[in-house]
């Protein structure tokens, strides 16, 4: 059974990185954007998730720093939706395999 905690934090999770995807856009609807306003807004939603995963490079759990490894790896490879999931299943196998 997942922890009521947990399982609120990640829809705010998702919450907090849909609305970065969409509030630009939102704010910015009736002016036209140059390409680099563009880019800019196209790259918000990375930057936020990359905030989220942040903590993990520090994290002295083997399993986390090697599941960060397979998961940047998977990243040079395969678009965003199989890399999420390499990443949570090499995540959860890794903490399962190497406990603390």
């Known amino acids: 059974m997942i922890d009521p905690m947990a ?3 990640i829809v705010l999770m998702a919450g907090v990185t849909y609305l970065t995807r969409i509030g630009g ?3 910015l609807r009736n002016r036209v954007l140059s ?3 563009t880019a800019v807004m196209e790259a918000a939603p990375g930057c936020v998730l990359i905030s ?3 903590p993990s490079f520090v994290s002295r759990h083997p ?3 090697l599941a960060l490894a397979v998961t940047i790896l998977a990243a040079t490879r395969l678009p965003m939706l199989p890399t999420v ?3 949570i299943a090499a995540t959860g196998l ?3 395999i190497l406990p603390l």
């Open 7 to 9: 399982l609120l934090t």
């Open 25 to 27: 856009y939102v704010v």
């Open 35 to 37: 390409p680099r306003a």
């Open 52 to 54: 989220v995963i942040a």
């Open 63 to 65: 399993g986390d720093l």
């Open 85 to 87: 999931l390499v990443g």
């Open 94 to 96: 890794l903490r399962h």
